[in-house]
Structure formats: structure tokens, C-alpha cells
């Protein structure tokens, strides 16, 4: 089941680089069997809230049987945990209250975005809250792509990086693991806390469209079922959302994604690209 609830008022202008983190987990990886799946509570914004609802199709896909999910939704910096948090009087934050206060959420994922002087105040504070009912709750931190893709090359020189790929590796690791998540682990021993690198589904994407490698026609910005971007912003085309939505699979039920059967309804290979970026990403942060 998805439940999501939305802010009407929603701003899809997002913090550069409200990143979200994610790794890998360890639900068994038998896709022939139905099994269960994890009791999810996720909560974000527009760069986050699409692999949360394609993952319900995805999972139950791969046999994943009673996947449920408490989606809270709130466009650009009012998805970000310390905005959750501290909008203490709204609907969102008090549905994500009680949802933990039932104490049977196994899985709490959020993104990345946070505050410059103070990144890991708000997701400290939800797990904090979190773990009170939820002992034994594992939390996980999506990444998203940088923001404004025609800007690419010029933010990655602002930063002293020749490539948008090193720049994204730069914040993966210094911004969100070293910075935030090391601290986090020091802060909740007991708890596991991972990442999930779902930006490089945006990032290799662009890349094979520049090198004429996709099997599919296209286009770099336009609509979201033909296109790798839909707007100026960087909101995802399907054809993302598929291959980040593969990545958050494998991460969070440790899908073979050899094995996996699921038809993105593209002819690239996103199986394979979603594999490579898993496989690339820091096992310690898994």
C-alpha cells in the first residue's frame, strides 16, 4: 500500500543538492517466492517521492509480498527533514509522529537535504523520535542528482572539478558521508543508518545520451515518458525514475539485478546501468 499525503502549496524549488542517501540492505533476494516486504514510512520532496511510489509496483513486482509504505510529501525545501521537523503544527509532521508512534516501522528513509551550519539536525531529531517506538527502525538517506542539469559544467568549475562526475563524488562522500552520516552513526551506535546513491541514475543517463549509447529515442529535457529531464530544475523523466527506482530495489531488498524480470517499459538496459551505480557505491555506507 502507498499512502501519500501532499502540501498544496507545494514549492518545487529544491536546495541545491537536498540530497538524499542510499545503500544496500539485506531482504532475502529469492524474486520466485512471495515474501514480505518492509513496513516503510518515507518522507521527501519531488526529487525523492517518485522512486517512493514506483518502488511499491517494483517490489511487489519482485515477489515482495505486503510492501507497504506512508508516504509524506512536501515540494523542494519543505521536504527536507529539518523542515518536517520544525513545521511542528502541520498535518505532514504530525502524520509522520504517528506513524512511528505505532512502533512497527522497520524501514525510515529521508533525503539528504539539510541546512549548511547544522547538516545533520534535522534527520537527528526524527530518529531521535524515531527509535523511542522503534527500536530496531534502519534509517537511509537518498541522494538526489545536483540540480539545474544545463548548469552542470559551469557549478562543477565553481567547485573546482573539471566533470560533474567528480563533483557529485565530492558530495556523496565529504557532504553526506563523512559529514553527515559518520556523525549520525556515532550519534545512534545502535542504528543502521545507510545511503542510496540515487543522483548517479540521472548523471550516467545524461552521459549515455551524450555518447548516443541509449537504445531508446531520448530527449535530454521535454515529457516525462521520452525525456531524461522534464524542466530546467532537473525534475526526472520515467526513464529515471525506472533506473533510480531499480537502484532503490536492490538497496533496500537486495535484489539481484541480473535476475530481476521487471519491465521498465524501456530498451535500455536500466537493470544494468542501476547494477553498475549499486555496485560502484562505498560498501561501508550500504
Not at 540492505?25 to 517521492?49: A, R, V
Not at 510529501?73 to 502524520?95: K, V
Request: aromatic residues 12%; negative net charge; glycine residues 6%.
Amino acid at each position: 500500500m502507498w499512502t501519500l499525503t501532499a502540501n498544496k502549496n507545494i514549492s518545487y524549488l529544491i536546495i541545491f543538492f537536498s540530497l538524499l542517501i542510499i545503500g544496500c540492505n539485506e531482504k532475502s533476494t529469492e524474486t520466485n517466492l512471495m515474501m514480505d516486504g518492509y513496513n516503510m514510512l518515507l518522507i521527501g520532496n519531488s526529487f525523492f517521492i517518485p522512486y517512493a511510489q514506483n518502488l511499491e509496483k517494483v517490489a511487489i513486482d519482485a515477489g515482495f509480498d505486503n510492501h507497504n509504505a506512508i508516504g509524506v510529501f512536501r515540494g523542494g525545501d519543505n521536504g527536507r527533514p529539518i523542515n518536517f521537523w520544525n513545521d511542528s503544527e502541520t498535518e505532514e509532521h504530525q502524520l509522520i509522529k504517528s506513524t512511528l508512534d505505532k512502533g512497527d516501522i522497520e524501514i525510515f528513509g529521508m533525503t539528504a537535504g539539510h541546512e549548511t551550519d547544522d547538516p545533520t539536525e534535522g534527520h537527528k531529531a526524527w530518529i531521535n523520535y524515531a527509535i523511542q517506538k522503534n527500536p530496531n527502525i534502519e534509517i537511509f538517506i537518498a541522494i538526489p542528482p545536483i540540480d539545474f542539469p544545463a548548469e552542470w559544467n559551469q557549478r562543477a568549475e565553481e567547485y573546482g572539478f573539471n566533470t560533474i562526475q567528480e563533483l557529485n563524488h565530492y558530495f556523496i562522500n565529504d557532504i553526506v558521508h563523512y559529514t553527515m552520516v559518520d556523525s549520525l552513526r556515532k550519534e545512534f551506535p545502535n542504528t543502521k543508518i545507510f545511503t542510496i546513491p540515487t543522483g548517479w541514475a540521472a548523471i550516467n543517463l545524461v552521459q549515455m545520451e551524450l555518447d548516443n549509447s541509449l537504445q531508446d529515442d531520448i530527449s535530454m529535457f521535454g515529457q516525462k515518458e521520452t525525456s531524461i529531464f522534464t524542466d530546467y530544475k532537473g525534475h526526472q523523466g520515467q526513464i529515471v525514475i525506472e533506473t533510480g527506482t531499480l537502484i532503490w530495489l536492490n538497496c533496500i531488498y537486495n535484489v539481484d539485478l541480473t535476475q530481476n524480470e521487471y519491465k521498465t517499459g524501456f530498451d535500455t538496459d536500466l537493470h544494468t546501468i542501476a547494477k553498475n551505480i549499486v555496485d560502484n557505491h562505498d560498501t561501508y555506507y550500504k
